[in-house]
């Protein structure tokens, strides 16, 4: 079945430090959207794309999705305590009708 | 508008008790699912329904079964708790299938 993997689990940055998150499907997905949960939360859609290569900007957010489409990139610039929660892709493979979460990043910013 | 609204917040259960876990949408949606979270494993499609009358399994169905009682309210049935399904619970909708989802403020079970 579809995996779709997230790196890191994890990862905790001074405030200020750029911090990215990986995700990475075993294949060819038809779209990919971004989560974020705050602790305590629930998630909050960011964003989707749905072309090749394609990259979006929301202020300090960059998305891409990979030119070969399985895999995409979450880069936060600068980061904010603000921008601490998880961040989660979930990906939906050609042919299938759900998307498939992967596990997520945890990011914690230290001020 | 409320947005997706999920009842109870929390609930205890003991193994073999049933319940239902209650979810309505004022956005008119045609796309609603139920997702469970365990810590380090993400969300978890457990059923969705793309539009109303229609329901599918997702990623883990058993154990569970849902019903679209109508284009706002989807509802998911523990008939006999078991610990595995100690969770937190989110619904979640979409104006169509694929486009983004709106998620509720979750119900935290446990089951002892």
């Given at each position: ?7 890191p689990q994890y990862q905790h940055v001074?405030?200020?430090e750029?911090f990215t998150t ?14 974020k949960q705050r602790p ?34 979450l880069?936060i610039?600068?980061t904010?305590t603000?921008d601490v929660g998880t961040y ?16 997520g990043t945890r990011l914690q910013v230290?001020? | ?112």
């Amino acid at each position: 079945g579809q995996q779709v993997m997230q790196i890191p689990q994890y990862q905790h940055v001074q405030e200020g430090e750029d911090f990215t998150t990986y995700c990475n499907s075993s294949t060819t997905l038809s779209n990919i959207q971004w989560y974020k949960q705050r602790p305590g939360g629930h998630p909050v859609f960011l964003i989707q794309l749905v072309k090749s290569g394609e990259v979006k900007k929301q202020k300090r957010l960059t998305f891409q999705f990979g030119e070969a489409k399985k895999n995409s990139s979450l880069h936060i610039t600068a980061t904010q305590t603000t921008d601490v929660g998880t961040y989660f892709c979930a990906g939906r493979e050609s042919g299938r009708r759900a998307l498939t979460f992967g596990s997520g990043t945890r990011l914690q910013v230290q001020p | 508008n409320a947005g997706v609204t999920q009842t109870p917040k929390f609930q205890v259960l003991k193994t073999g008790q049933s319940m239902t876990l209650q979810c309505a949408q004022d956005m008119n949606h045609n796309s609603m699912y139920w997702y469970r979270q365990d810590p380090g494993m993400g969300l978890r499609l457990i059923y969705y329904s793309a539009s109303e009358g229609t329901t599918d399994k997702g990623e883990v169905p058993n154990g569970y079964n849902v019903s679209r009682l109508n284009k706002r309210e989807f509802s998911l049935r523990l008939e006999s708790a078991a610990p595995s399904q100690t969770s937190v619970y989110f619904c979640a909708s979409s104006e169509a299938r694929y486009l983004e989802q709106y998620f509720g403020p979750g119900t935290r079970l446990t089951v002892t």
